[in-house]
């Protein structure tokens, strides 16, 4: 069974990086031929996907967030991690962390709520 959790900080301030990291169990992230995404829901929003890291080590990014956006691993450690920088409250989100394989996510963090704010 895989598992995922968020972790980092639930307050950031504006002009700031926010930073989070999903910790995997049950499974590698280096694994053919799953990737490993960040998607976030803002308040009254729908899902939006933020990139992913390929068990390559490819990165991949919405249009929409690709400047500000990055995504690492640490394979030892099975963790990948987000960086988003210059936030605004905008950015205010529940942030998860989600396994694609072929068409769909098939596992998902339980999310962690971020807030922008000075």
């Known amino acids: 069974q895989v598992q995922l959790q968020e972790s980092g900080p639930g307050l950031v301030k504006p002009s700031q990086t926010l930073s989070l990291t999903c910790t995997v169990s049950?499974?590698?992230?280096?694994?053919?031929?799953?990737?490993w995404s960040w998607i976030r829901q803002s308040p009254g929003k729908g899902l939006e996907w933020i990139g992913y890291?390929?068990?390559?080590?490819?990165?991949y990014y919405s249009p929409s967030l690709q400047s500000r956006a990055s995504i690492s691993r640490d394979s030892s450690n099975n963790q990948f991690s987000l960086q988003l920088s210059s936030v605004t409250p905008e950015d205010t989100a529940v942030y998860y962390c989600?396994?694609?394989?072929?068409?769909?996510?098939?596992?998902w963090g339980q999310g962690t709520q971020v807030t922008v704010s000075s």
């Open positions: 890291i390929a068990y390559s080590g490819s990165t």
């Open positions: 049950g499974g590698s992230i280096t694994t053919n031929y799953y990737n």
């Open positions: 989600a396994r694609y394989e072929t068409g769909w996510f098939d596992y």
